[in-house]
């Protein structure tokens, strides 16, 4: 439980040092990003030694992908996916797919929905697949996002 809380904190700081203005340097922030993600997935597996050793493996595997992810994507291609999340994530039905790209840098990717479900809360949330093409090189992740209180969709793994 406390590596899980110390992984929410490290992404939700670090994602907000990612939405800031400014000129930091997006490999880092990739990197770190994706392994406070990478952490926060891991420590969902598992239990006991085992769990840490998910953490480890999580971190080790978010950082990296994070990192070319964060080399590779600048602010207007996470403004297009964002918007393209939120779309999807809101309207569209299990299978359906939104799409997104940017022509000055040529990334693109993709959001679709795979399961529709509401928390013990009442919180509604969507298991989804991205995709993410760089370079012409395409990468397949799979995440949960859920409502905010403010109608907002919040990726949360």
Not at 130 to 147: E, F, L, M, N, S
């Amino acid at each position: 439980m406390k590596t899980s809380r110390i992984a929410i904190a490290l992404a939700a700081a670090l994602s907000l040092a990612a939405c800031a203005e400014g000129t930091g340097d997006k490999e880092a922030v990739g990197t770190l990003v994706g392994a406070g993600l990478g952490g926060l997935a891991g420590s969902q597996i598992g239990s006991g030694s085992g769990k840490l050793a998910a953490v480890g493996v999580g971190v080790l595997l978010g950082g990296l992908l994070g990192r070319h992810v964060g080399k590779s994507l600048d602010r207007a291609d996470r403004i297009a996916a964002d918007h393209a999340a939120q779309q999807s994530f809101e309207h569209e039905r299990i299978g359906s797919t939104t799409s997104w790209a940017n022509p000055d840098s040529g990334n693109s990717g993709t959001f679709t929905p795979t399961r529709t479900y509401q928390t013990a809360r009442g919180q509604p949330c969507r298991e989804y697949t991205t995709t993410v093409t760089i370079d012409g090189r395409k990468q397949t992740a799979y995440g949960t996002a859920c409502r905010e209180p403010d109608g907002s969709w919040k990726i949360i793994n």
